[in-house]
């Protein structure tokens, strides 16, 4: 497995990790042994039958895979953090994601999505024309992540949603957009530096 970013000639990778949930589901016993069956059967017992269940057992998944596993704390704002460690975490309802950089970060993944002009114009203050309305709302969710306070950070037409270079709140983000299978994935990384991203299934 490669690691989570490297520079590949002159522009630095970085890497998706992405947990389609219908992997999940079929490699149970796996991700019980992975992670420790108390703690599987623990999450069973919060949220089994629950829509949140899955979730649940990705983000325990992907954080003791792709980070140091230290003890997890969470900011003012809610979003999680290790000692040592910048790392973003995303679900849509079929899919989870986990980006580990050198730097703040934010993943946003989305699937199937119906971007109305009522709300696109609420959103981002036009109706997107010459690109994928969905890659820009990813964008958006992203930056905000990056920067730590999310979607409710700011009002939603203050959040920058276009590719490349912005400026949110005095400080620079670089945000790309992938798409994989049938999600499509943004990626914030704080400060200037350009970049780009891959995918790797988790499982």
């Known amino acids: 497995m490669r690691a989570p970013s ?4 002159t522009m630095k990778t970085i890497t998706v990790y992405v947990l389609p949930h219908e992997n999940l ?7 019980a042994t992975f992670i420790g069956e108390e703690q599987y059967l623990a999450l ?5 039958g629950k829509a949140t269940f899955l979730p649940s057992v990705a983000k325990t998944y992907l954080l003791k895979k792709f980070t140091p596993n230290n003890p997890l704390f969470y900011g003012p704002n809610g979003k999680p953090y290790q000692d040592g ?13 986990i980006v580990v950089a050198d730097q703040e970060c934010g993943v946003d993944i989305e699937g199937e999505r119906n971007m109305t002009p009522g709300f696109q114009l609420s959103v981002f203050g036009e109706v997107i024309a010459n690109e994928d309305p969905i890659a820009c ?10 920067e730590g306070t999310g979607l409710s950070g700011a009002p939603l037409l203050d ?15 670089f945000v790309v957009t992938g798409y994989y299978e049938r999600w499509t994935i943004s990626v914030a990384i704080e400060g200037s530096e350009e970049f780009k991203i891959q ?5």
């Open 6 to 9: 490297e520079r590949r000639g």
């Open 25 to 31: 589901a079929a490699s149970q016993l796996k991700i």
């Open 44 to 48: 069973k017992e919060t949220y089994g």
């Open 85 to 97: 460690c910048f790392f973003n975490l995303s679900n849509t309802k079929d899919a989870s994601v």
């Open 137 to 146: 709302w990813t964008r958006k969710e992203a930056l905000s992540k990056a």
């Open 159 to 173: 959040i920058p949603f276009k590719k490349g270079l912005s400026n949110y709140k005095g400080r620079d983000y």
């Open 199 to 203: 995918f790797e299934e988790a499982i």
